[in-house]
């Protein structure tokens, strides 16, 4: 894809968050990371080469209001293993993304509790993953 010229980027609003591929979450936002950690192989002149590394995960977090917290929150939801889908898509002619991380298990409700004023309360649940597709595919080929 060339260069998007005073056309539509995504935004929050072109993000739709799912659980097990199914019910939609109505997050206020989803951070999820990776990266590539890999061994670099030295030779008496500097680096020679390097090895195939690992793929890691950081914790990752999904804010949400208090009714989607509530509705997550249910008896054993911290023993729960699922897959989350993040999908982009702004329409009109743009491709539509969706980032699929395995093996999620939350880790706590990220600090509960309300203060004085307007906005809503939110919950930034931390997560962790055991893999990611991007766009259908792993970030590294190892078949």
């Known amino acids: 894809m060339g260069a998007l010229i005073n056309g539509k980027f995504y935004s929050y609003a072109s993000v739709e968050v799912r659980d097990d591929g199914g019910a939609v979450i109505e997050a206020k936002g989803v951070k999820y990371s990776y990266k590539l950690e890999e ?4 030779g008496r002149k500097g680096p020679r ?3 195939a590394g690992r793929l890691t995960f950081e914790e990752g ?8 917290y509530r509705d997550l929150a249910q008896p054993g939801w911290l023993d729960r293993i699922r897959t989350i889908t993040v999908t982009y898509s702004e329409g009109e002619g743009q491709p539509t993304f969706t980032d699929t991380l ?8 990220g600090g509960s509790g309300a203060e004085e004023g307007v906005d809503a309360i939110e919950h930034a649940i931390p997560f962790s993953q055991l893999g990611i597709l991007v766009n259908g595919a792993s970030p590294v080929d190892r078949s």
């Open 39 to 42: 061994g670099m192989v030295m």
């Open 61 to 68: 977090s999904l804010t949400v209001y208090e009714a989607e």
């Open 102 to 109: 395995q093996g999620v298990r939350f880790l706590g409700d």
């Open 49 to 51: 080469g390097r090895t």
